[in-house]
């Protein structure tokens, strides 16, 4: 009889197992914070600024630069001043912001350039042993195909970081990293490699 009741709970719990699944997998992760302690926005416009110091105007904001050819498409780069705003626009089309979630970043500004806002991640570049984080990506249609435009936010410390590990792609492997900053000729360019991340944080433009 005890041997029936056990057969007849494992059963039940085989059952119930995708649905505690499901339900675990649907709860939202946390949101991402602005500096004034307000969720982050899809489609709204914010400066990213390095984490220090977080509460007065920001000593440096990220912006876009001519490449290292010195031409398009543009780079993304850490600027002293003239930074410029951009939007979040989630995978999942979440009103709000939320880390570890993929999404594209697209700065809201017009260009010389022919090549969009939308960040992507250049090739492997072995004289730099990383990957400058540059523009020219497509908006939305995840897959294989746009592999190179999804990056996260993630905690760091007290504040967060930008990450590229895409998942909008299953059967793909991507190599991934954290977004850091690195010195080339005088102009502070986005990467991703084995440096020490970028602390950043997020102010309403």
């Known amino acids: 009889m005890m041997a ?53 105007p920001p000593a440096s904001t990220l912006g876009l630069a001519p490449n290292r050819n010195n031409a398009c498409p ?21 009103a709000i912001v939320r880390v570890g979630i993929d999404l594209n970043i697209k700065f809201s500004a017009a260009t010389t350039c022919a090549q969009s806002t939308v960040w992507q991640l250049g090739g492997y570049d072995a004289s730099l042993m990383k990957s400058v984080v540059t523009t020219g990506g497509v908006e939305g ?31 793909c492997k991507p190599a991934c990293g954290e977004v850091s900053v690195f010195l080339d000729g005088g102009v502070r360019r986005l990467a991703v490699g084995r440096e020490q991340p970028l602390k950043v944080y997020f102010r309403k433009a």
């Open 4 to 56: 029936t009741y056990y057969n007849q709970f494992l059963y039940s719990l085989l059952l119930l197992l995708p649905l505690l699944i499901t339900f675990t997998n649907a709860q939202p992760t946390e949101a991402v914070l602005d500096v004034e302690g307000q969720p982050v926005r899809a489609g709204v416009k914010y400066f990213i600024s390095n984490a220090f110091p977080a509460r007065s």
């Open 74 to 94: 543009f780079d993304v780069v850490l600027k002293q001043i003239n930074g410029l705003p951009l939007t979040f626009s989630p995978v999942n089309k979440d």
């Open 141 to 171: 249609n995840p897959g294989r195909e746009t592999l190179s435009n999804w990056f996260k936010i993630e905690k760091f410390e007290d504040r967060y970081k930008l990450v590229f590990c895409p998942g909008v792609c299953n059967t």
